[in-house]
């Protein structure tokens, strides 16, 4: 079954409202006949009514970077899925490592926030991936895994072909140290191999991205890998037309 690709920028902390008002105007002339392949900004949480306003009627849709799991409540300075999708906001992203790493971010929150982000309307874009000392103990899979499971277990197997999962090595994020092939590859089928232990249409239809040091000059190659669906842009995801060039590379 084809899956339609699908490349996601996520800006991290970078980009004011007017910054982000600047790239969109560079970046929409570059994209306007993209075809074949969705494309996705993930942007702070201040540039998101912009974004969505500058980019309706554009192939560039708008994500939020993460979201709490309760609707409303006294948790101060956290946002909420209605609140993203009042917005107009058409996903966001869950689990990046960052948060992981920085912001105590668990997999018992996450197995809350992927149906919460679902049950809202939200497409969850899920991350999840090794360190450098896990791939080197061959701890990988058992990683991956762990997160796959309880991360998605509150997903019913009905909806879990709505999520998005992104595949992102912690140790090829702003490293410039891009997974190989090989690697991306083999994780993203082991990925695959898991939800469909689950659901087996599930399992064919998910969307799976790499992310991970992706630039203009090794998109193609990698977007080309027969389960990769896509890829989630850091760094190279800022600049309009080194951005639109990976774009471009997964409508080819
Ligand atoms: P880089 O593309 O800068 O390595 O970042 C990847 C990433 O973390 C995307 O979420």
Redesign the pocket.
Known sequence: MARTPLV?G?W?MYKTEAQAEEFIQALLPRVSSLDGADLAI?VPFTDLRAMVDSSRGSPVEVFAQNMHYEPEGPFTGEISAPMLGELDVRGV?LG???RRQLFGETDKALALKVPAALDAGLVPIL?VGETEEERDGEETERKLRHQINEDLAGVPAARLAEVVV?Y?PIW?????R?AEGEQAQEAIAFIRALVSGRDEAAGESLRILY?????PDNAAELLALPDVDGA??????LDPASFAEIAAAASR
């Open positions: 996601a996520n991290k993930c992203v990046h490592s960052e991350c992104a992102e090829a994020i702003g490293t410039g891009v992310g991970g040091s992706v630039k989630l842009v850091g760094g190279a995801s």
